[in-house]
Nanobody, 124 residues
Framework: QVDLVESGGELVQAGGSLRLSCAAS????????MGWFRQAPGKERTFVAT????????YYADSVKGRFTISRDNAKNTVYLQMNSLKPEDTAVYYC?????????????????WGQGTQVTVSS
């Protein structure tokens, strides 16, 4: 069993920045891929970013490219999402996810474990 706990979500003005963190604990494998997804009210959960174990491979949704950066610190079992130039349409609950296969993926069905989510609200 793997537990994922997100933090860092809060209310921020448009144009501002936030950094989300996701700490993994439990039976984490020696290598895995991590991802961030988000779900806005009344909408489906969508892909935001993913990163492999080494951090060398990352993918982003088109809507966040150039504004968001995913990174990880394997010594701390933590993945981060730096979000800059935030827009009201970025408002959502943000979830981190862990994939036991060390391969970047953009489908929610590819991930094995999920956190409870952290709320990000961007005011205009």
């Amino acid at each position: 069993q793997v537990d994922l706990v997100e933090s860092g979500g809060e209310l921020v003005q448009a144009g501002g920045s936030l950094r989300l963190s996701c700490a993994a604990s439990g039976r984490t494998t020696s290598s895995n891929a991590m991802g961030w997804f988000r779900q806005a009210p009344g909408k489906e959960r969508t892909f935001v970013a993913t990163i492999t174990w080494s951090g060398r491979i990352t993918y982003y949704a088109d809507s966040v490219k150039g504004r968001f950066t995913i990174s990880r610190d394997n010594a701390k079992n933590t993945v981060y999402l730096q979000m800059n130039s935030l827009k009201p349409e970025d408002t959502a609950v943000y979830y981190c996810a862990l994939r036991t296969i060390n391969r970047a993926a953009m489908g929610s069905h590819d991930y094995d474990y999920w956190g409870q989510g952290t709320q990000v609200t961007v005011s205009s």
